[in-house]
């Protein structure tokens, strides 16, 4: 099984994860941060990764802190869990409509760190989550997961959908790039490293 468990601790936050990249989408998420919770539920789910995800931090500041670091750790131990990369098919792009919404995510799980983040205009909160940080996890997860990643709300208007329809189709993506495929021999990559 491919399967890591971490924790990192700073003076800002206390985070611990436990992810199974084999699993079938079982999860157990407490950051304190409602919405926040809700994203990462959804990303276990249409991912199929098993995620148990806990963050104490200073959420009396904002969450500015447990999202970022929560995007961290999850990162780290996606790099740690994936492995050598080798049989995977690395590519995955997904098409997500929720309601007025139409989201897409294309990754490559490439050890090349690099992000687009295209959400459009956001509205400052949902719920207890500052939407601003809808980019600030996904760039901490793919500097430290070594993704290249690209998320593209291509048109909705509802804020909570937008994000939501994010995380989904990141997720679904994540599901088709971590998947073996039996065909490929070794690393997928004419380079003969990831």
Do not use: W
């Amino acid at each position: 099984m491919r399967k890591f468990s971490i924790t990192r601790k700073t003076a800002e936050t206390a985070v611990s994860v436990v992810m199974n990249l084999d699993g079938t989408g079982k999860y157990d998420i407490d950051t304190k941060i409602g919405f926040f919770d809700h994203m990462l539920t959804l990303l276990s789910v249409h991912s199929l990764i098993d995620l148990q995800v806990k963050c104490d931090g200073d959420t009396e500041v904002d969450g500015h802190h447990s999202v970022e670091d929560t995007g961290i750790v999850l990162g780290d131990a996606f790099a740690r869990a994936i492995g050598d990369r080798k049989g995977i098919k690395r590519y995955g792009t997904f098409f997500l409509p929720m309601d007025e919404t139409l989201a897409m995510v294309s990754l490559d799980i490439s050890n090349r760190p690099f992000l687009v983040f295209d959400a459009g205009t956001l509205v400052p909160m949902v719920g207890d989550f500052a939407t601003e940080l809808t980019e600030e996890f996904f760039r901490a997860f793919t500097v430290h997961a070594g993704l290249t990643l690209h998320i593209k709300i291509l048109y909705g208007k509802n804020s909570h959908h937008k994000i939501e329809a994010a995380f989904k189709a990141f997720g679904h993506a994540l599901r088709q790039a971590v998947e073996k495929d039996p065909r490929v021999n070794g690393i997928p990559s004419s380079k003969g490293v990831l």
